[in-house]
Structures are given as structure tokens and as C-alpha cells.
């Protein structure tokens, strides 16, 4: 990307670089399976920054428009087909009256086959579904799951719908103060859960540090990154209802490479492409797998990455990445 170009896009930007470097993007083809989305002159773009952790990017086909998280400021941001940025809700996940800034907000954000808004809410260690309708936004909430058997949810994280309604999400210990260690945890595991549309909430699995969450296009198997520097893997199930995970096997172990220069980040969001390509964000930035877990390619961002989301035609694909909202142009 030219300085000159650079300049022109973010000089547009509500959310300017405040000085800040631009990070650079380097796009690394591993197969040549890869170059049906990317090749090395895919373009990919700054189109937002300013933030302070962003998270949670969800592409609304209806209104055309991607809303995203900045979880430490406790809103959700919207960006139109023009780039424009707004606030579009505040408070997101954090509803107490002393907010001082360091409250977690929203993490994922999810659309339900009804076409509400669900949040993952970090600061109030809940799901939630917005009240209002996506074209008037406000913090109203309806608490959807906050406790498993009496005890209060860690934070949840992220999560995904299956094909009968069905809500799969996960709960790390991030939006605790003191994580793990936090005197207000009430769990003593980390869980990934499905909450039917009856209410019920089911535990599925046990894991150190649960994060972001995909089915397959069939829905037949799922998917979970675990972010945890000693164990840095994306795991692969079987689905055998919506009540059990069966199969459990490591998809892709990236442990080996925490630590080392240009890796940073972990085993974060991911989204599955409608060809059975898992695109899923790790160190160094974005992965695109093959059914197999074989890596095809990667998207180098300079920035710890958390996750990603597609346009409905999958032509673009959008990045959360620390303080920025990316945009690359897929084939």
C-alpha cells in the first residue's frame, strides 16, 4: 500500500491514527490451494482506528453495515458502505454506574435467526439480546444465559447459531479483572456451551481458555480456538446433537510459534467460508485452513489480531486487529 493512498484513506477516518505507525500486511501464500481468495497482490486496507481493543466484527446484510467491539470503552462502533463510523451503542456490556473505563464491554456479537442482536457481555459475565430492533439501537438488554447450575458465567466470548436455533458460545476467564485468579469467579472451569432456544443452557466441553467458535458449513462439525500461550491450538469436534461434542481432536497446534518475533497474538475468532475454507485469526495475524488443518495461507497484520468477519458475498473480509478495523479484498 502507497504512503500516498494511505494518507488519502485514513485522513477520511472519524477515528484517525492519533500518530501512530500504520501496521504493515504482508500476505503469505503456503499452498497454491490459497490463491482462489488471496494472492500477493491482494489489497488490504486500514478503514478504522482510534480504538482501544476491537472485537467482535459482525457484517448486518440488511442495513449494510459492520458493527464491531472496543471492549475497554465498553461501546459498539458502526461502519457504513462509505467508511463513516458512529457509535452505535454504549454501554455494551458493562451496565454498572461506576464505569471508570476499565470495565470490559461487548465481546462477539452474533445475529439470531430472528435477526436480534446478541451480545457476548463481558462486564456483566453474560448473553444478552438487544431489545430494540438493529435500525434503532439502545442498552436495552434481555439476559438470554448469565449462571450454569446457580454459578455465574466467567465472560462470555464468542459465539455462533447452528441451523435449529441453537446458540454455541464460549467462557474464558478475559473479562474478569484478575482472570483466573479473580475472587468473583464462581466456576471452577472454563466451558463451551449450547443454549437452546427453550432457554436450557447445556455444557459441551471443558477447556483452558476457550475463544472463538465455528461450525462447518453442514453444520456437522465444530470448531474452537483455544488461547493459551502453553497450548495454542484450534480444536475440531464431531456433532452428534446439539446436547454433545464427540471426536475431540487438535485441528492445528501453533504452540510452537508463541513468542517468536512477527507471532504475535493467539488462537483467537474465526469464521468458516461457505466452501469449508476456516479463516481464523492466531499469531501474526489471520490463518486460512483447508478441511485437512493444513494452513494454505496467512495474512501478516503486525498486530495482534482477534477476529474476522465476512461480507455475504465473501468478497470482503473484515479484521479486527488491537486498535484497528481492517478490510482485505478476497477473490
Known amino acids: ?67 464491531f467491539s472496543d471492549i475497554p470503552n465498553n461501546k459498539v462502533f458502526k461502519m457504513d458502505t462509505d467508511g463513516k463510523i458512529s457509535e452505535y451503542l454504549y454501554p455494551s456490556g458493562f451496565m454498572g454506574d461506576d464505569f471508570k473505563g476499565e470495565e470490559p464491554g461487548s465481546n462477539g456479537l452474533v445475529l439470531s435467526p430472528q435477526g436480534k442482536l446478541i451480545l457476548m457481555q463481558h462486564g456483566e459475565r453474560r448473553v444478552a439480546s438487544m431489545k430494540t430492533t438493529l435500525d434503532n439501537p439502545k442498552p436495552e438488554y434481555e439476559v438470554l444465559a448469565d449462571r450454569y447450575e446457580g454459578k455465574r458465567l466467567n465472560s462470555p466470548n464468542d459465539g455462533t447459531y447452528d441451523d435449529r436455533g441453537n446458540l454455541y458460545f464460549t ?101 468458516m467460508h461457505s466452501t469449508g475454507y476456516l479463516f481464523a485469526t492466531g499469531p501474526g495475524g489471520l490463518w486460512i485452513f483447508n478441511q485437512a488443518g493444513k494452513p494454505i495461507a496467512r495474512i501478516h497484520t503486525g498486530e495482534k489480531t482477534s477476529n474476522c468477519a465476512f461480507t455475504p458475498d465473501e468478497k470482503t473480509l473484515f479484521l479486527t486487529a488491537d486498535d484497528y478495523i481492517l478490510k482485505v479484498s478476497l477473490k
Open 1 to 67: 500500500m502507497g504512503k500516498l493512498y494511505l494518507f488519502l484513506l485514513l485522513s477520511q477516518l472519524q477515528y484517525p491514527l492519533m500518530g501512530q505507525d500504520a501496521p504493515s500486511f504482508s500476505i503469505e501464500i503456503l499452498d497454491n490451494e490459497a490463491r482462489q481468495f488471496v494472492d500477493d497482490s491482494t489489497e488490504i486496507a486500514v478503514v478504522g482506528s482510534g480504538f482501544t481493543w476491537t472485537e467482535g466484527p459482525l457484517w448486518i446484510g440488511d442495513g449494510k453495515f459492520l458493527l
Open 171 to 271: 467462557d474464558p476467564p478475559y473479562g474478569l479483572p484478575l482472570q483466573m485468579e479473580d475472587p468473583h469467579k464462581e466456576l471452577d472451569f472454563q466451558g463451551v456451551y449450547c443454549l437452546k432456544p427453550s432457554g436450557e443452557l447445556v455444557l459441551l466441553d471443558k477447556l483452558s481458555r476457550p475463544n472463538g467458535i465455528a461450525f462447518s458449513p453442514d453444520y456437522s462439525k465444530l470448531y474452537i480456538a483455544v488461547s493459551n500461550p502453553q497450548h495454542a491450538v484450534w480444536y475440531e469436534y464431531d456433532v452428534i446433537s446439539e446436547e454433545k461434542i464427540a471426536n475431540k481432536r487438535i485441528f492445528h497446534n501453533a504452540t510452537a510459534l508463541i513468542g517468536k518475533e512477527g507471532e504475535q497474538g493467539l488462537p483467537d475468532g474465526m469464521k
